[in-house]
């Protein structure tokens, strides 16, 4: 596939015979005018994605832009800055009174370079890279790392859900006492919610982190994020953890108990939240862990045994219900040769009439058909309504409050285990760790809806 450059081979440089023009430089610190307003910045080369009919600039804000470059009508250069394609690198100093943490790489940027040939950022990895980048981190833990691949977090799949779990498992059983999981944000809480069911009653804290903006932004919440996640993995608290900004501000970090995470916004740096419970704890620098709740799993006290067991079967799917669903998708999966089905419904856990016989010959034909509601707080109560008590007489099974991903990978690693109905149920319906709670705390569920005046009064007094 041509790149962008070689597609406009033949046209004009109009990019070049500006800086020609203005006799500026890559690097060079300038003001642009032009017909769209006025930019300052630095130029940055040109990567090969990148047309030749534009200047691009990387604002003070972090951002990159374009200018038109047969737009410019003057450029005036106002000093120059290299860039720098290296983390510095340091040894990481080693402290035998902290504990040992190891950082598994899988993706995602967490302290990082930018690589101005592609305009892509490039994660700093190494022990001495991170220690250069973020040397507060030697104050917390002596660190280690260990890269188990390298993939966006929307390419994670059971091939590396399984050797990860698997590495989680032999560190810790080698000594580790801590692990973080440097991780993409997308599909951060799938991940969180599969090692949960794979890696159980963990000795030491499992904390996974990520940044939703990269390193080369002022507004970066990649080496805090990390900072904190070192402060979790040394903290008390032996779960499978997302680590991320707690409000919009920079005041501390969020944990999240790994099987009620979602993502929340595509581009807050506090787009992970707890739903239908309360988060575990907030965590900073200057604070430590500090519980928002008991009744989390302690450093070195777990009551179960601390077991792998990784399974998944990829024949499983979420189908999120919608007004008018037709039959024949529901036997288009089953025909397809999917094994189970996770149901986002309606209400209290509803789908059309029409779906009912399909619904009941797909069970019939051993498919496994669990339903959660797809309004992700509150629980599924299929006996309150005729419909509901109709489609569990057609073998689908209500999961409480299960959230609809964590279902999915319930029931992905159930079916990975056994296929007997009678088993599969029980392995769903018997909580692994908050998967499923007795009732939702009155604080569980809040939505902040702007505008209306109780609110706006509480955002002036939190602001302030």
């Known amino acids: ?17 500006a800086l020609k023009k203005f006799d500026v430089h890559v690097w060079d610190r300038v003001r642009i005018k032009a017909d769209s307003g006025v930019f300052e910045g630095v130029i940055l080369p040109r990567n090969e994605m990148a047309d030749t009919l534009h200047i691009v600039l990387k604002l003070d804000s972090g951002y990159n832009v374009g200018v038109r470059a047969a737009r410019i009508q003057e450029i005036e250069n106002i000093g120059r800055k290299e860039g720098h394609y290296q983390v510095p690198e340091k040894e990481f100093p080693y402290d035998p009174d902290k504990r040992n943490v190891l ?18 950022v490039i994660p700093a990895f190494s022990p001495g890279e991170l220690y250069g980048a973020v040397p507060e981190l030697a104050e917390i833990c002596n660190l280690t790392t260990r890269k188990v691949f390298g993939i966006f977090s929307e390419d994670m799949s059971p091939r590396e859900y399984i050797p990860l779990a ?48 990269s390193s080369d932004r002022p507004s970066s919440d990649a080496a805090r994020n990390l900072i904190n996640a070192a402060m979790a993995a040394t903290g008390p608290i032996a779960e499978i953890m997302v680590c991320m900004f707690g409000p919009t501000s920079d005041q501390y970090g969020l944990l999240h108990r790994g099987t009620r995470v979602r993502k929340m916004h595509s581009s807050y740096r506090s787009t992970f939240r707890t739903l239908g419970d309360r988060p575990l704890a907030t965590v900073d620098r200057e604070n430590g862990v500090k519980p928002l709740r008991e009744d989390y799993n302690k450093r070195g006290e777990s009551t179960g045994e601390f077991r792998l067991t990784p399974a998944f079967n990829e024949k499983v799917t979420i189908l999120y219900y919608y007004p008018n669903m037709q039959e024949d998708l ?12 996770v ?22 034909q051993g498919v496994h058909i669990y339903m959660t509601v ?32 964590v279902a999915f990978m319930k029931l992905s690693w159930a079916l990975g285990q056994t296929k007997d109905r009678d088993e599969v149920k029980k392995i769903m319906l018997e909580p692994v760790n908050g998967e499923i709670t007795e009732r939702e705390p009155p604080d569980g569920y809040l939505v ?17």
């Not at 041509?2 to 109009?14: I, L, P």
């Not at 509150?378 to 959230?403: E, H, K, S, T, W």
């Open 166 to 213: 698997k590495t989680i498992y032999e560190e810790i059983n080698n000594g580790a006492e801590g692990i973080i999981i440097g991780h993409g944000t997308d599909t951060m809480h799938h991940t969180a919610a599969i090692l949960t069911f794979m890696v159980q009653n963990p000795p030491v804290p499992i904390v996974l982190v990520g940044s939703q903006r």
């Open 343 to 364: 149901i986002a419904g309606t209400g209290l856990g509803h789908v059309n009439r029409p779906l009912y016989d399909v619904m009941r010959w797909a069970t019939g």
């Open 374 to 405: 797809q309004t992700l707080w509150g629980y599924v109560q299929m006996f309150v309504y005729d419909n509901g008590r109709y489609l569990m007489d057609c073998g689908i099974v209500p999961l409480a409050n299960m959230l609809p991903e």
């Open 103 to 120: 950082l598994l790489g899988t993706g995602g940027t967490i302290a990082s370079r930018l690589d101005y040939t592609t305009g892509a």
């Open 448 to 464: 902040f809806q702007g505008g209306l005046p109780e609110i706006e009064n509480f955002l002036k007094d939190y602001l302030l």
């Open 330 to 341: 529901i036997r288009a999966i089953v025909n397809a040769g999917y094994e189970g089905i």
């Open 1 to 17: 596939m041509a790149t962008v450059s070689e597609a406009y081979k033949g046209y004009r440089d109009e990019g070049l015979e």
